[in-house]
Nanobody
Framework: QVQLVESGGGLVQAGGSLRLSCAATGGTISSYGMAWLRQAPGKEREFVAAISWSGSSTYYIPAVKGRFTLSRDNAKNTVYLQMNSLRPEDTAVYYC??????????????WGQGTQVTVSS
């Protein structure tokens, strides 16, 4: 059973950066597409970004494109979300998730517990 553990969240001022990590244990995620989703207070959970199993394809929502970069290291069984130029509207709990289709956008078998990102203005 794969378990996903996010880390790297915290409090940062607007314009700052954070790097989130999602480490998998109990199995390999090398064949899984991986995604990051977020949920702000009082809002629905929303998709943020995805990366294919090989890392050759990535997808970002327009709100984060150009500011966030998703990468993966299959040897380390870990996915990273580099977040730059953070804005207060990026404040949310960020979750990583694993998609067995390999593309990161087709539904998720495994979820992490989430990590809080708070951006102050």
């Amino acid at each position: 059973q794969v378990q996903l553990v996010e880390s790297g969240g915290g409090l940062v001022q607007a314009g700052g950066s954070l790097r989130l990590s999602c480490a998998a244990t109990g199995g390999t995620i090398s064949s899984y597409g991986m995604a990051w989703l977020r949920q702000a207070p009082g809002k629905e959970r929303e998709f943020v970004a995805a990366i294919s199993w090989s890392g050759s394809s990535t997808y970002y929502i327009p709100a984060v494109k150009g500011r966030f970069t998703l990468s993966r290291d299959n040897a380390k069984n870990t996915v990273y979300l580099q977040m730059n130029s953070l804005r207060p509207e990026d404040t949310a709990v960020y979750y990583c998730a694993a998609d067995p289709s390999g593309w990161g956008v087709d539904g998720y078998d495994y979820w992490g517990q989430g990590t809080q990102v708070t951006v102050s203005s």
